[in-house]
């Protein structure tokens, strides 16, 4: 055992959570399998909906006239009104920088053409293999849709990375089952207009169709910050005659993403989101209705990560994870994850990085890193100060826990 004294502590705890590797429990990343799903190279970065948001807020294009722009006229727009106009200094904007950086190219030179040719020449292989092994990513788990439009990939058996793991993710037949029922029957389901038995074993086979094709890790959902349940709707009846006896059956989680509050401009397209507080009243109720079933909970709301954290020391089938999109910042990063270290110990999962453009990874996992890394400081300081030994084999333990172990041993925990 090597145990730390006070002046070795800050450099050892940096220097074992950047050699951490890491499991990410949810991106919208996809290998080159998944086609035009895949995004990568500096005009994704740029594109991407945080950044979109933020520059229609200065453009004087109409979101209309910009969604006409090709994505290099977008991304030439986003750099001029975000990069040069004024400086990038919101967390979506240093981002694209830190990814540039850490891709080896010089911020300094503001000369994106360059950064362009640079990325664009990477076959999308290396290209996986240097973002991966830069970020220490070990493995990203995906967002597959069974209604969208990668069903041909996995309808055709194509081989998928291992290193991409699947999740089945089911917003469409949860949140708009009206219209997925349709879809069901076209493909040869038989399920009724009125939710009898016969409805109920055809929605359970078509899940069970799409978990012997995708074996996902767990099953997840986006729901709104009004999510009830129970209550007397399709999506209650789902999530009891369904998704929760599935997820029993494989012992795989329910992971809910709850808190967002639709598109309150729509014109935006994916920026047009907003963020609304949820009642925990319904997570509490799951968990006391279904103690047999594993939940993977993260809330959009700040209003509510306190009442969800209270809540995970009561139920060790709940696992609180991440920051979540407008939660992603160094403010809130910071604010949430003491919080929980200080609530739960380390029996949380503090991030995932929610990447949909590969070069992501890289920032996403450095900005959070930093920040959590320093705040392991702070708490083994604290410990220290009562005469407890730091040992540096439990620091690596706990940090190995946070960015990859629990995640692990949760999806083998058994109830
Ligand atoms: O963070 C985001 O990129 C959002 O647009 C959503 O995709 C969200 O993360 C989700 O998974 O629904
Ligand atoms: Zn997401």
């Known amino acids: 055992m090597t145990t730390l004294t006070r002046e070795q502590l800050p450099a050892a705890v940096r220097q074992i959570v950047a050699a951490q590797p890491i499991t990410d429990m949810h991106t919208h990343l996809y290998p080159p399998a998944f086609g035009?799903?895949?995004?990568?190279?500096?005009?994704?970065?740029?594109?991407?909906?945080?950044?979109?948001a933020e520059t229609l807020r200065w453009s004087t294009l109409s979101p209309e006239a910009f969604w006409l722009l090709s994505k290099r006229e977008q991304a030439d727009l986003v750099w001029q009104e975000l990069f040069l106009a004024r400086s990038p200094i919101s967390e979506a904007c240093r981002g694209v920088l830190t990814s540039l950086q850490l891709m080896g190219l010089d911020t300094g030179t503001r000369d994106l053409a360059a950064y362009r040719r640079t990325l664009e020449e990477m076959p999308a292989e290396a290209h996986i293999d240097r973002v991966l092994a830069q970020a220490n990513v070990e493995s990203v788990v995906m967002t597959n849709d069974a209604f969208g439009d990668e069903r041909d990939v996995w309808l055709s058996g194509a081989a998928v990375d291992p290193r991409f793991h699947a999740v089945l993710r089911l917003d469409p037949l949860l949140n708009d089952y009206p219209r997925s029922r349709r879809k069901l029957i076209e493909w040869g389901y038989a399920v009724e207009e009125e939710w009898t038995e016969q409805s109920k074993a055809e929605v359970r086979r078509f899940l069970m169709d799409w978990v012997g094709r995708m074996k996902p890790l767990y099953v997840a959902v986006s729901f709104p910050s009004t999510f009830v349940f129970p209550d007397d709707s399709d999506r209650s009846r789902l999530i009891a005659d369904c998704i929760l006896p599935l997820c029993r059956d494989t012992n795989m989680p329910f992971a809910m993403m709850i808190g967002v509050r639709g598109k309150v401009n729509p014109a935006l397209g994916d920026a047009g989101?907003?963020?609304?507080?949820?009642?925990?009243?319904s997570v509490t109720n799951l968990l006391q209705r279904y103690p047999r079933n594993k939940f993977f909970v993260t809330m959009l709301s700040r209003e509510n990560q306190h009442e969800l954290t209270v809540l995970a020391r009561k139920f060790g089938q709940l696992m609180v994870f991440g920051c979540w999109w407008f939660l992603n910042?160094?403010?809130?990063?910071?604010?949430m994850t003491r919080m929980r270290l200080e609530m739960l110990g380390t029996s949380v999962i503090p991030q995932h990085s929610d990447a949909r453009i590969l070069d992501q990874l890289l920032y996403k996992w450095s900005h959070s890193k930093r920040l959590i890394g320093e705040i392991l400081i702070d708490k083994y300081n604290d410990i220290a100060d009562t005469g407890w030994r730091i040992?540096?084999?439990?620091?690596?333990?706990?940090?190995?826990?946070?960015?990859?172990?629990?995640?692990?041993?949760?999806?083998?925990k058994k109830l």
Not at 273 to 281: F, I, P, T
Not at 329 to 335: C, E, S
């Open 273 to 281: 989101y907003m963020v609304g507080r949820a009642d925990l009243e």
């Open 391 to 412: 040992e540096r084999a439990e620091i690596e333990r706990d940090v190995a826990d946070l960015f990859k172990d629990n995640f692990w041993r949760f999806l083998k």
């Open 329 to 335: 910042n160094p403010v809130l990063i910071g604010d």
């Open 36 to 52: 035009a799903n895949m995004l990568r190279g500096v005009d994704e970065l740029l594109t991407y909906h945080y950044l979109v």
